[in-house]
């Protein structure tokens, strides 16, 4: 067993720091990786629920904040990864779980993801 990731950003290098990382966690499976929003809502709507959605916030077509609204059904866990700084995001939206400042660091994204799994009582070694 293993948890779902989905990662929505318009910058392909970020999608790919991200790719990776989630690669090197023996846990974490790539669901979808997307570099439009509006793509990426329509097709995580339609699909099974995903466990990590790794959200950009400056998009164009649509914010990762709005996006997040859209999607927080579909999601266990939102973690946006910007440049922005943290407290910008909460007066954006101050329902995120985690957020993970660019350039996203492999100690910082293992971290967020071990936070959250012992946070909510999940298994880190499925």
Not at 45 to 70: C, P, R, V, Y
């Amino acid at each position: 067993m293993y948890y779902s990731c989905a990662i929505v950003d318009d910058e392909q290098h970020a999608i790919d720091v991200l790719l990776d990382y989630i690669e090197d966690t023996h846990f974490l499976r790539l669901a979808d990786a997307f570099d439009n929003p509006v793509d990426a809502l329509k097709t995580i709507s339609a699909g099974d629920q995903i466990d990590f959605l790794f959200l950009d916030i400056d998009m164009d077509g649509m914010k990762g904040t709005e996006l997040s609204q859209h999607l927080r059904s579909k999601a266990r866990f939102v973690i946006y990864a910007s440049s922005h700084l943290e407290n910008e995001v909460r007066r954006i939206d101050s329902n995120f779980e985690c957020y993970l400042g660019k350039p996203i660091s492999m100690k910082r994204f293992t971290g967020t993801i071990d936070k959250l799994l012992r946070l909510n009582n999940l298994p880190m070694n499925n």
